[in-house]
């Protein structure tokens, strides 16, 4: 059986279960899958940011450096994420993406779980590039199949309902992380939290349709053309929007990641706050609040992007500029609650860019691209932002340790994040100037 032919049997088995010839034909159902595919991202970053809370207790007992936390947590992750990720979102552009998706939940729930038996750093690293392995399978794929069955102007707001699986899964980590720690250990955590995963990995592949691709522009065609990868690249890197568009994104990321990865040992070390209380805090700020701003994101651009659709980039590069003073702020604050206080407004717009990105990155390529397309800005995204962010952070803070002590990780976050705050919204303005142009051309 040919690849097209596996899709079409796919889609079939699942709507004959269901009753209908397309199930993609009912509103309740196409919401139904942004719900599930909400869900799964959830899972995948719970998983991934569970480390961010349990790393001040994982350091005591695997005696590790703050450089040591920034690779593991950051780099080590994001290297094996963008290696795997790029094979694996052309293979999406040409198979079925549900049972990609589906089977990745299970790779990284299983190395989640398994985290919590590492008894050093080595073992731990395998275990977290396991985890990044498996995550690389979810994203591209389900982006590829959110652009498939939303029109281009509800897009933006629907793949910020899906990125809001990142703040959920946040909430998530901080929350069931910081008391399961507290009352448990970090061993347990992982555990707890690494298993549920398995179910969510029956739900996609069972409740789950492959849609035809095209089916929100009404271009379902026969056309059986695979762009290469280098293909999807080129395009790309001709538009001077997407340049300093991914630019703006790794930025943004860098202050996401480090923020997230960060806070929590600035937190500890400086305000001695539990972890229980302060996963509390950070879930409220960052998972509820930062849900509200990523689901802004999306809606108000494709609100104001239909009068003008600079509004894509110029409603992030607003929003990273607001953040700047605020997280200055945070680090300089005297006592914790000031510091959480500040910290807010940060959280609720950390994550408003990515929703009305990648919306502006599937309009710039044809219907076979989308998933290398995502898996490309991604690439981005974690070299920049997950891998660099949090392990340089870090070295500077062992850099300052002499000179400051306790405070070298408040010093290294005040010295880096508000100067990357800047560089992010240039690079954000740059891209809304040729944006429309990239999009008048941009292939069908």
């Known amino acids: 059986m040919s690849q097209n032919e596996s899709i079409v049997a796919g889609v079939n088995d699942t709507s004959r279960s269901l009753g209908k010839s397309d ?3 009912s509103s309740r159902y196409r919401n139904y899958v942004l719900g599930v595919l909400t869900l799964v991202y959830c899972t995948n970053f719970v998983d991934r940011q569970l480390m961010s809370i349990l790393q001040e207790s994982i350091k005591q007992e695997l005696l590790l450096s703050d450089t040591q936390l920034g690779l593991l947590t950051g780099f ?7 290696l795997a990720g790029i094979p694996i979102a052309h293979m999406a552009d ?3 993406r549900r049972n990609i998706i589906s089977g990745s939940i299970a790779i990284w729930s299983l190395m989640t779980a398994v985290s919590g038996a590492a008894m050093n750093l080595l073992q731990l690293s395998l275990a977290r590039i396991g985890v990044g392995i498996g995550e690389a399978g979810c994203t591209p794929p389900a982006h590829s199949m959110i652009s498939d069955i939303f029109p281009a102007s509800q897009r933006a707001t629907a793949l910020s309902i899906y990125s809001i699986g990142i703040n959920i899964g946040v909430l998530l980590g901080f929350l069931l992380g910081g008391w399961l720690n507290e009352f448990y250990g970090w061993r347990i955590a992982f555990v707890v939290v690494g298993l549920p995963g398995i179910a969510v990995a029956l739900l996609m592949r069972f409740t789950v349709a492959e849609p035809t691709r095209g089916f929100s522009e009404n271009a379902r065609s026969d056309d059986q053309t695979s762009h290469s990868v280098k293909e999807v690249i080129s395009l790309l890197w001709s538009y001077p929007s997407f340049r300093h568009l991914s630019m703006a ?3 943004s990321a860098f202050i996401v990641y480090a923020s997230i990865n960060w806070m929590a040992p600035f937190m500890i070390r400086t305000h001695g706050i539990g972890t229980g209380e302060l996963g509390t805090w950070l879930a409220l700020s960052t998972g509820v609040g930062g849900a509200i701003g990523t689901f ?5 651009t494709d609100r104001f992007g239909k009068r003008d659709q600079r509004w894509y980039m110029w409603l992030p590069a607003f929003a990273t500029l607001l953040s700047v003073p605020l997280l200055a702020m945070t680090f300089l604050a005297d006592d914790v609650y000031s510091a959480l206080l500040f910290n ?22 044809g219907l076979k691209m989308r998933a290398v397309a995502s898996s490309i800005v991604l690439l981005v995204i974690n070299v920049i932002g997950l891998g660099i962010g949090p392990w340089a952070i870090g070295a500077l803070s062992d850099a300052l340790l002499n000179d400051y002590g306790v405070d070298s ?3 290294a976050l005040l010295s880096i994040l508000p100067v990357v705050g800047v560089w992010c919204a240039m690079h954000f303005f740059l891209a809304a100037k040729s944006l429309r142009e990239g999009l008048a051309k941009a292939p069908n």
């Not at 802004?296 to 108000?300: E, M, P, Q, R």
């Not at 807010?344 to 390529?365: E, R």
Request: charged letters at 5%; aromatic letters at 16%; proline letters at 7%.
């Open 23 to 25: 199930p993609y034909e």
């Open 296 to 300: 802004a994101g999306g809606y108000l």
């Open 344 to 365: 807010i407004i940060p959280a609720i717009v950390s994550m408003c860019y990515l929703g009305p990105c990648l919306a502006m990155t599937h309009g710039l390529v």
């Open 249 to 251: 994104c790794g930025l």
């Open 94 to 96: 040409r198979s079925v």
């Open 76 to 82: 080590t992750f994001a290297i094996f994420y963008v």
């Open 409 to 411: 990780l408040r010093y």
